[in-house]
């Protein structure tokens, strides 16, 4: 039994406000908002199907304070389109930003809170992603870690989107969205303002599926969480990320 990934949740001062940005950024649409909790995903989208992953604005009164350790990556089928979503992302809000990338052919941008993303040269793997590209996790050691996340997230290694410094995961049915576990030095000092979501399969046992991921490598990890539904862990690199009820 394996959980499977259903949502990248995205800690905000103002859910409402950062969901609209990404709402407009991809051409998704807001498809549930109750106090403190906004949720975004495609137009027609049949919830939890990988073709896309769906973004999750939660409210939390902490300031960003360093650089997301998660973040996207979004596709584009020509330079001058990638010119163009830039221009389209500044529009709506996003701002450059400068994380050390130095001469890149990607650009680096924020968004209104100060979370950022790339907006990627374009690239033949991600032809058929949609508007993500991946969903990118910083690692000190990717290849360590990816066999825990093939099993958290029931995605399978990509070897021809993988190279020494990254491994690529993506659904078995070969649609959507990339996990991309990229290869960075900078160690992890404070709880991740972007953090994953699995959940077992309908009729699956949420025990066991912690106690799964737990033997894997998994900690348990306490990120305020008092009375929740979920269950928040750890996974071998210290990322935080919440075990949901089947679905």
């Keep these: ?28 649409q807001v498809a549930a908002e109750e106090p403190g909790e906004v949720n975004v995903w495609p137009s027609g989208y049949d919830y939890p199907d990988p073709v896309a992953l769906p973004l999750v604005f939660v409210a939390v009164p902490e300031a960003k304070t360093v650089k997301n350790r998660v973040h996207l990556d979004l596709a584009t089928r020509s330079a001058q389109q990638q010119a163009a979503e830039v ?26 809170e100060g979370n950022e993303l790339c907006v990627l040269d374009p690239r033949p793997v991600y032809r058929d992603a949609g ?21 958290a997230a029931g995605w399978v290694r990509d070897d021809s989107a993988s190279d020494d410094d990254k491994v690529a995961l993506r659904s078995a049915r070969g649609v959507g969205p990339y996990l991309e576990l990229l290869r960075v030095p900078d160690a992890k000092t404070v709880k991740n303002r972007v953090h994953l979501d699995v959940a077992p399969r309908p ?9 799964q991921l ?9 990120v305020g969480q008092r009375g929740v539904s979920w269950t928040v862990l750890a996974d071998p690199q210290g990322n935080e990320f919440c075990v949901l009820r089947p679905r």
């Design 1 to 28: 039994m394996s959980t499977r990934l259903v949502h990248l949740v995205i800690d905000a001062a103002d859910p409402a406000r950062l969901a609209r940005f990404w709402s407009a950024a991809l051409g998704w």
């Design 214 to 222: 737990l033997q894997a490598g998994a900690a348990p990890a306490d």
């Design 131 to 151: 508007p993500v590209a991946a969903a990118v996790v910083d690692s000190p050691d990717p290849a360590a870690l990816a066999g825990f996340w093939e099993l």
């Design 203 to 211: 009729g699956e046992d949420e025990a066991a599926a912690v106690n």
């Design 87 to 112: 221009a389209r992302l500044r529009d709506l809000g996003a701002r450059p930003a400068d994380i050390g990338q130095g001469d890149v052919p990607w650009v680096v941008l924020a968004d209104p």
